[in-house]
T-cell receptor
């Protein structure tokens, strides 16, 4: 099942710089997209969501961009902090229900 | 801040045994979910539950699985006869009625089937 794909397994960024995490999807029936952060031995923590009718949503240091024609979304974290080091998952909801389909995750490492 | 809680944090069981994983969703949430993550794989949807019945389930959620909301606070996942391939992290999640897509996850139960 490759409906949601995160092609970069890892990303390393310097503290204070921008982190850009990418996600691609194939299913046109997705109506909401979400980003989650996960630390080891914890559950996914909800960060930010975006409706498929929007192209940008911002919450503090986190901004999600959606390019519907390219079926691509990205999460920008500015400025990056060492505490942001975690695995980030992109997820999408099919408009037929509430099931979330997850990508494989990207491990972000923010170096002091 | 309200959070989803899960017990136990780790469960070890023998193949063929029944296990019950427990969750307490966020109190004003209406939708409840189970997901699992096998080591090294993606987080996968199992089932959603709303208004005391299953509203969606995946192909993984076969007759060996069942869910129940036995009282006003708990939400359980039962696996009747565990198999080795059921070893995974099991996450419970819940969401409000208006923003059902924003699902809040518990810390997970690590199930090890030997």
């Amino acid at each position: 099942d490759q409906q949601v794909k995160q092609n970069s397994p890892s990303l390393s960024v310097q503290e204070g710089r921008i982190s850009i995490l990418n996600c691609d999807y194939t299913n046109s029936m997705f109506d909401y997209f979400l980003w989650y952060k996960k630390y080891p031995a914890e559950g996914p923590t909800f960060l930010i969501s975006i409706s498929s009718i929007k192209d940008k949503n911002e919450d503090g240091r986190f901004t999600v961009f959606l390019n519907k024609s390219a079926k691509h979304l990205s999460l920008h974290i500015v400025p990056s902090q060492p505490g942001d080091s975690a695995v980030y998952f992109c997820a999408a909801r099919n408009n037929a229900g509430n099931m979330l389909t997850f990508g494989g995750g990207t491990r972000l490492m923010v170096k002091p | 801040e309200p959070e989803v809680t899960q017990t136990p944090s780790h469960q070890v069981t023998q193949m063929g045994q029944e296990v019950i994983l427990r969750c307490v969703p966020i109190s004003n949430h209406l939708y409840f979910y189970w997901y699992r993550q096998i080591l090294g794989q993606k987080v996968e949807f199992l089932v959603s539950f709303y208004n005391n019945e299953i509203s969606e389930k995946s192909e993984i959620f076969d007759d060996q699985f069942s869910v129940e909301r036995p009282d006003g606070s708990n939400f359980t996942l039962k696996i009747r006869s565990t198999k080795l391939e059921d070893s995974a992290m099991y996450f419970c999640a819940s969401s409000e009625g208006d923003r059902a897509y924003e699902q809040y996850f518990g810390p997970g139960t690590r199930l090890t089937v030997t």
